[in-house]
């Protein structure tokens, strides 16, 4: 039998270094995890839904302040109709059972993406979620739904348009409060589960700077350990932002 994993003193561990504000997920595998297993696919989703669970609690345990997870993409609407329908139904069902453990834990949700895409009564459960959390002051879960990076900037420079905005006006502060975002520090870490070095359109503006970290694990086994070895991994990192390294450490020492 594996050793139990320590949570708490991985705690302390971690509290030695800045640990990172925003973590962005991109939940990849699930497919996989259950082909492995001679499982239905929604059966991975379903697995899933469990490392969704424990990344919340482990995150809201550590005070990250925002973790967004990529819940269903603008590209996932092209799925099989099956599928399609049995992720919105997983969706709705988990935030209807979670969402007063979510509460109770100060938990503020909200999203990103064009979730009036959703069908309605997933949007319900969505936006019943949002409003019974919204004065919550601990950890923000940000869910991507019907999410695409590309359409996000699109919608953005199209709200600056019609704002009659002019071009010295639009700098990148400005530009980043049109965004989906608006208000969310960027993304410190992104993880990407299952293997694959891509992207997938995931906030595409917010992740200029941000530290990548690929795992080979997929996302039903992704649990508190693995996020604790994404954060240890992550707290290795010299972020220079352009600079060269001796300007960081003279930065830092100041
Ligand atoms: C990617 O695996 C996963 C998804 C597209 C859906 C993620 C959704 C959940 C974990 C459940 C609902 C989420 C919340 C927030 C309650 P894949 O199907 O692309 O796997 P594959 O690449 O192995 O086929």
Redesign the pocket.
């Known amino acids: 039998m594996p050793a139990l994993f320590d949570f708490e003193s991985a705690r302390k561990e971690l509290s030695k270094k800045p640990l990172p504000r925003h973590i962005a997920v991109i939940?990849?595998?699930?497919?996989?995890?259950a082909?492995e297993r001679g499982l239905p696919?929604v059966a991975?989703?379903h697995e899933?839904?469990k490392?969704?669970k424990a990344i919340v609690e482990g995150c809201g345990e550590l005070g990250v302040e925002v973790l967004t997870?990529y819940?269903?993409?603008h590209e996932?609407w092209n799925r099989p109709t099956w599928e399609v329908s049995a992720?919105m139904k997983?969706?709705m069902r988990?935030?209807h059972n979670e969402i007063n453990n979510l509460d109770a834990n100060g938990v503020r949700v909200r999203t990103i993406g064009q979730i009036d895409r959703l069908p309605p009564a997933t949007l319900k459960q969505v936006k019943h979620a949002i409003e019974v959390t919204r004065r919550n002051t601990g950890l923000v879960l940000c869910?991507a739904l019907s999410y695409g990076g590309r359409i996000e900037i699109l919608e953005a420079a199209r709200r600056a348009l019609h704002e009659k905005m002019t071009p010295n006006r639009l700098d990148e502060a400005t530009f980043s409060s049109l965004l989906d975002t608006a208000g969310l520090p960027d993304p410190d870490l992104v993880i990407r589960t299952?293997g694959e070095h891509r992207i997938s359109n995931f906030l595409l503006w917010q992740i200029a700077y941000s530290e990548i970290y690929v795992t080979p694990t997929?996302?039903p086994d992704f649990r508190k350990k693995e996020l604790v070895d994404a954060i240890l991994d992550y707290q290795t990192r010299e972020r220079r932002f352009g600079l060269v390294s001796e300007q960081v450490k003279k930065k830092k020492s100041k």
């Open positions: 939940m990849d595998g699930n497919g996989r995890w082909k696919r991975g989703h899933g839904v490392s969704v997870l819940a269903f993409s996932n992720l997983l969706l988990t935030i869910l299952s997929y996302w």
